[in-house]
């Protein structure tokens, strides 16, 4: 009985499911943003909202629930019921570094939440103090290994991309950094700018401003590829620090059960607004890139880039109290 049961229920999902996608959206959606406003999350998850009202006309509301190292919104989300009408705006942090960071997460990126598609993508900088004598990243390599453990670099915070990104090019090139967290990206350009610290590992957004000035010298980008953003900057790869791939990106998520019409559903609209020339130019104005994807492709760049920092993790022995 409970064999025909089962049949019956999915036999009831699978015709039922069509008719879900066809009338969905038919109340408004949420998007959960696990950090405070004005974060790259957030950015995305409001332009991207605005567009999707417009679409459908189905108001997209955007609720910041900062906190727990962006534990609570994700957790909310996994969570929530698997209908379209609670999403994620999620980062690389939050699902491919925490966890492998920290030893217990309330949640399972595979287990618990389905992916619709990335978003944005913005790329780190490695950049020295304009008036420090760096002028490559070989002079910076060169400076390690001449005082091994006396280099001074900043980052955002402790178990950050970025401090993944330094720790990266510590392991490829022998050397050893003493690593510098602030509390947050603005203090820590605000320190590079004024010569607290010869050297930063921050989002290329952030000291853009300042190097028109000469008061920020960008040695190299983190990502695989040069960035479209500035096609003078050279990557890490290209200046001898190794395989370097790394940028902050965000991507649209769902509880796991949502039904696929559903996803399949979000995912187009997505990509096709991410695709428009009028939001491309919206990004591209704070130093982002859009990088629409199929949500297989997510499910294949999330468990790539958790594989890649897991092990960066462990080699440097990074971890958390």
């Known amino acids: 009985m409970r064999r025909i049961i089962g049949i019956a229920l999915t036999m009831l999902a699978l015709a039922t499911a069509p008719v879900l996608a066809e009338d969905y ?3 408004p959606i949420r998007i959960l943003v696990p950090y405070a406003p004005g974060g790259i999350s957030d950015i995305a998850a409001r332009l991207l909202g605005a567009k999707l009202t417009e679409a459908w ?9 900062p906190g727990g190292n962006g534990f609570i919104a994700v957790t909310d989300v996994a969570r929530a019921a698997p209908d379209g009408y609670t999403l994620v705006m999620v ?9 492998a960071l920290f030893k217990e997460v309330p949640y399972d990126v595979g287990r618990d939440l389905a992916p619709i598609s990335a ?30 453990g006396m280099l001074n670099v900043c980052t955002p915070g402790y178990g950050s991309i970025n401090q993944l990104v330094l720790e990266s090019i510590a392991l490829n090139t022998g050397t050893k950094f003493v690593h510098v967290p602030y509390k947050g990206g603005a203090p820590a350009a605000q320190a590079l700018v004024a ?3 010869p050297l930063g590992i921050l989002a290329s957004s952030t000291v853009a401003p300042h190097v028109p000035s000469g008061k920020i010298r960008v040695l190299a980008v983190t990502t ?4 479209p953003l500035n096609p003078e900057w050279p990557t890490l790869a290209q200046q001898g620090a190794g395989a ?20 399949d559903k979000l995912s187009a609209k997505v990509v096709e607004i991410l695709n428009m020339a009028d939001v491309k130019a919206r990004f591209a104005a704070g130093g982002v890139s859009t990088i629409p994807s199929t949500p297989a492709e997510l499910d294949t760049k999330i468990k790539r880039e958790l594989a890649t920092y897991r092990l960066v993790i462990e080699k440097a022995n990074v971890h958390v109290d």
């Open 25 to 27: 959206p038919a109340r």
């Open 57 to 65: 006309g189905q108001q997209v509301i955007v609720e910041n629930r």
């Open 91 to 99: 980062t690389t942090g939050d699902v491919a570094i925490n966890p």
């Open 119 to 148: 978003v944005s993508d913005a790329p780190m900088v490695l950049a020295a103090n304009g008036d420090a004598p760096y002028k490559s990243v070989g002079d910076v390599i060169t400076a390690a290994k001449a005082q091994p």
């Open 195 to 197: 010569g607290d610290i």
């Open 244 to 263: 370097v791939n790394a940028s902050n990106w965000t991507a649209l998520l769902a509880p796991k059960a949502t039904p696929r019409p559903i996803i």
């Open 224 to 227: 695989g590829e040069r960035s």
